[in-house]
C-alpha cells in the first residue's frame, strides 16, 4: 500500500506523544499488517488477534444496539491492549503500560486512529481508480498536412520559387 510510510510516520509520533505507550500497530480489519512500531511482539500475531477480537467487538455492538464499533480496551495486570476503528478498513492497536493516563490514551488514539484511517482509505481509492498502464505509449495525433502554397497574383509571371514576379520595364 503507498500510504504504509506515512501510516509508520503517524505510529513513530505517537509513540512519542505518549511515551508510555509500549507499542502501536496499523491492522487492516482482516488481520494483515499495514504498519507497525511494536518492539519486542510479533506484529503478525497480535494483528491476528487484533481481528478476531474486532470480529467479536462488532458482534457485539451489533447485538447490543450500540452502533458501529469504535473502540476497544482490553486491561491486563502489566497494561493496557487498546483498538480503535481507523477509517472504514483498518484498525489501530495500541500496547500501553500499566501507568498510562487512560483518558489521554483515549484521546491520543482515537486521533492517530482518525489520520491512520483517512490516509488508509486515501490509499484504497487510489488504488480502487484505474489508471492507464504505465508500459503503453501515449498516442498523438495525426500530423496536419501542410496548407497548399497560395496561387501566385494575377497577371503575375511564372518565376523561380521565392523570388519576386518580374515587371516589365
Known amino acids: 500500500m ?13 509513540r512519542a506523544r505518549v511515551p508510555l505507550l509500549s507499542g502501536a500497530l496499523a491492522a487492516s480489519a482482516d488481520g494483515l499488517v499495514l504498519a507497525q512500531d511494536t518492539a519486542g511482539t510479533e506484529a503478525e500475531s497480535l494483528a491476528a488477534l487484533t481481528a478476531a477480537a474486532l470480529g467479536v467487538a462488532v458482534r457485539l455492538t451489533d447485538a447490543t ?19 480503535y476503528a481507523a477509517g472504514s478498513s483498518a484498525v489501530l492497536t495500541l500496547l500501553a503500560e500499566d501507568r498510562i493516563n487512560v483518558g489521554r490514551l483515549h484521546l491520543e488514539g482515537r486521533r492517530a486512529g482518525a489520520r491512520i484511517g483517512a490516509l488508509v482509505d486515501a490509499a484504497l481509492d487510489r488504488a480502487a481508480t484505474p489508471q492507464p498502464p504505465a508500459e503503453y505509449p501515449r ?3 495525426p500530423a496536419r498536412p501542410a496548407a497548399p502554397p497560395p496561387p501566385p497574383p494575377a497577371g503575375a509571371s511564372p518565376g523561380t520559387p521565392g523570388s519576386l514576379p518580374r515587371r516589365p520595364v
Do not use: C, K, W
Request: net charge neutral; proline share 3%.
Open 65 to 83: 444496539g450500540r452502533g458501529s464499533f469504535r473502540e476497544l480496551l482490553v486491561r491486563g495486570e502489566q497494561g493496557y491492549v487498546a483498538t
Open 2 to 14: 503507498a500510504a504504509e510510510r506515512e501510516v509508520l510516520d503517524e505510529l513513530q509520533r505517537l
Open 139 to 141: 498516442v498523438r495525433p
